[in-house]
């Protein structure tokens, strides 16, 4: 360490004695007391007390009091007492420098008892044996003094960290109970994207507790780190098998869709023909399975574009065929005008060749185009031919000879049975017998309205 600066030509160096306890293996930092040192300045020492904690001898060996003994705390062999003693007193300045900004930190408040207990115990450390002249006793007292007060609420400080470490180690070990139960799920029946986002979620989790939450013992983080990683890799691996095995089935199912589409490219030259073969094709692309999307939009475009080509081909046939069918309609659409008269007609026998010969102009006009129009055609007529069909069935019922003689025989019943019924009547009535007479006369006329039916 150099000496102050003198007008000699070589400074004189210092030797101080060794000391007699251990120095601290690190000593607060001068940013640690430097806002506290800035508001207030401690006072250095005065003529009076460095003459009487210092003295220096003829060989420059530099002493200090300590209680009533005096130590030897280095040499100045070199210079003049004053200087040895400026020496050493700006090494107890320095040392009271640090007393004095503790105790001004302690009192503003604010910083962290542990802390401060700390550097004090640093700095009491220097102050022991210090190679230094002044009041060192004193600044131990002070020290002490200091470590006193702090203890209460260095003991706070640790109570309330371990609450925040214990409450950190609970969070953090809910986390990780997340993570395991989302990796015991049945892995083979989850939606990927929602696992892999929902594991995201409590990854970013975990970094911001150990960026921002208290710092965990090793042991304990690393054991909750071990737990949580595992989580995290039995779910990773089961992903890359799932997707491994995805790829494979959207390359096996884009091999496929790629052969459907060079088969249905191929169906081109067929034209119309080709639409049955297509629609086979369409079949084996529904069970092709999928591709991924990119792949099966792009493959469906081209296989799309093949049955565009081949329905297009079927329109312009169609179109032509209806083009053709044109007079064809007009020329059914005035048999169903001329089929109106068949109804007209009273005599059956004249209705029904009317409705043949239509039938027979009707084949003649040939097949029609589109097959709607031929239907809806068709039925038109098919609903004279049905009424005409309703007036003969009738016909037959009433003018066939079995149904005639039945029919004649239930008349000669019925009159048998009136002219009875009737006798009964006049008997009743002369007689003055009300209920007989209230019964024959409710049968006869049940028998005459039958009679009336079968048209007697």
């Given at each position: 360490?150099?000496?102050?600066?003198?007008?000699?030509?070589?400074?004189?160096?210092?030797?101080?004695?060794?000391?007699?306890?251990?120095?601290?293996?690190?000593?607060?930092?001068?940013?640690?007391?430097?806002?506290?040192?800035?508001?207030?300045?401690?006072?250095?020492?005065?003529?009076?007390?460095?003459?009487?904690?210092?003295?220096?001898?003829?060989?420059?060996?530099?002493?200090?009091?300590?209680?009533?003994?005096?130590?030897?705390?280095?040499?100045?062999?070199?210079?003049?007492?004053?200087?040895?003693?400026?020496?050493?007193?700006?090494?107890?300045?320095?040392?009271?420098?640090?007393?004095?900004?503790?105790?001004?930190?302690?009192?503003?408040?604010?910083?962290?008892?542990?802390?401060?207990?700390?550097?004090?115990?640093?700095?009491?450390?220097?102050?022991?044996?210090?190679?230094?002249?002044?009041?060192?006793?004193?600044?131990?007292?002070?020290?002490?003094?200091?470590?006193?007060?702090?203890?209460?609420?260095?003991?706070?400080?640790?109570?309330?960290?371990?609450?925040?470490?214990?409450?950190?180690?609970?969070?953090?070990?809910?986390?990780?109970?997340?993570?395991?139960?989302?990796?015991?799920?049945?892995?083979?029946?989850?939606?990927?994207?929602?696992?892999?986002?929902?594991?995201?979620?409590?990854?970013?989790?975990?970094?911001?507790?150990?960026?921002?939450?208290?710092?965990?013992?090793?042991?304990?983080?690393?054991?909750?780190?071990?737990?949580?990683?595992?989580?995290?890799?039995?779910?990773?691996?089961?992903?890359?098998?799932?997707?491994?095995?995805?790829?494979?089935?959207?390359?096996?199912?884009?091999?496929?869709?790629?052969?459907?589409?060079?088969?249905?490219?191929?169906?081109?030259?067929?034209?119309?023909?080709?639409?049955?073969?297509?629609?086979?094709?369409?079949?084996?692309?529904?069970?092709a399975g999928r591709a991924g999307r990119k792949a099966d939009d792009a493959l469906?475009?081209?296989?799309?574009?093949?049955?565009?080509?081949?329905?297009?081909?079927?329109?312009?046939?169609?179109?032509?065929?209806?083009?053709?069918?044109?007079?064809?309609?007009?020329?059914?659409?005035?048999?169903?005008?001329?089929?109106?008269?068949?109804?007209?007609?009273?005599?059956?026998?004249?209705?029904?060749?009317?409705?043949?010969?239509?039938?027979?102009?009707?084949?003649?006009?040939?097949?029609?185009?589109?097959?709607?129009?031929?239907?809806?055609?068709?039925?038109?007529?098919?609903?004279?031919?049905?009424?005409?069909?309703?007036?003969?069935?009738?016909?037959?019922?009433?003018?066939?000879?079995?149904?005639?003689?039945?029919?004649?025989?239930?008349?000669?019943?019925?009159?048998?049975?009136?002219?009875?019924?009737?006798?009964?009547?006049?008997?009743?009535?002369?007689?003055?017998?009300?209920?007989?007479a209230k019964t024959a006369a409710d049968a006869l006329e049940a028998r005459r309205?039958?009679?009336?039916?079968?048209?007697?």
């Amino acid at each position: 360490m150099s000496a102050p600066e003198s007008s000699k030509p070589t400074p004189p160096v210092p030797v101080p004695a060794p000391p007699a306890a251990p120095l601290p293996r690190k000593l607060p930092s001068p940013a640690a007391v430097a806002p506290v040192a800035a508001a207030a300045t401690p006072p250095t020492s005065t003529p009076e007390e460095v003459a009487k904690w210092g003295r220096v001898s003829e060989d420059g060996t530099v002493e200090v009091l300590e209680g009533e003994t005096w130590r030897v705390v280095g040499q100045y062999p070199d210079g003049t007492p004053e200087e040895a003693l400026a020496y050493f007193v700006r090494k107890y300045d320095d040392i009271a420098f640090k007393v004095h900004a503790l105790e001004q930190r302690h009192q503003a408040g604010g910083a962290s008892a542990g802390d401060l207990a700390k550097q004090a115990g640093h700095v009491l450390t220097e102050a022991t044996d210090a190679a230094a002249v002044g009041d060192l006793a004193g600044l131990r007292d002070r020290l002490n003094a200091l470590t006193d007060s702090l203890s209460e609420a260095t003991a706070e400080e640790a109570r309330q960290a371990k609450e925040l470490v214990d409450k950190a180690v609970a969070e953090r070990t809910a986390l990780v109970e997340r993570a395991e139960a989302i990796a015991a799920r049945d892995l083979s029946k989850v939606q990927w994207k929602q696992l892999t986002a929902e594991l995201g979620a409590l990854f970013d989790e975990w970094q911001a507790h150990q960026q921002n939450g208290p710092r965990l013992s090793k042991g304990v983080s690393q054991q909750l780190w071990k737990r949580f990683r595992d989580a995290r890799a039995v779910v990773d691996k089961q992903r890359r098998a799932f997707y491994s095995e995805l790829d494979d089935a959207h390359k096996a199912a884009r091999d496929a869709k790629t052969r459907l589409v060079e088969r249905a490219e191929a169906l081109a030259p067929r034209g119309t023909d080709g639409i049955p073969s297509y629609r086979n094709l369409l079949d084996e692309w529904k069970a092709a399975g999928r591709a991924g999307r990119k792949a099966d939009d792009a493959l469906w475009a081209r296989f799309k574009a093949a049955g565009d080509a081949l329905y297009s081909a079927r329109a312009e046939e169609a179109a032509a065929e209806e083009a053709e069918s044109a007079p064809k309609i007009e020329a059914r659409q005035a048999l169903l005008e001329d089929a109106k008269a068949v109804a007209d007609e009273p005599n059956i026998k004249s209705a029904r060749a009317l409705l043949t010969r239509i039938q027979r102009q009707w084949d003649e006009v040939g097949r029609i185009f589109p097959r709607e129009k031929e239907r809806a055609l068709d039925d038109r007529l098919r609903v004279i031919e049905q009424a005409l069909k309703a007036r003969e069935e009738v016909d037959w019922k009433k003018n066939n000879p079995e149904t005639k003689a039945r029919a004649n025989d239930m008349s000669s019943q019925l009159v048998e049975a009136i002219e009875k019924l009737e006798a009964e009547l006049a008997a009743a009535e002369k007689a003055g017998d009300k209920k007989a007479a209230k019964t024959a006369a409710d049968a006869l006329e049940a028998r005459r309205t039958w009679l009336n039916a079968l048209g007697g």
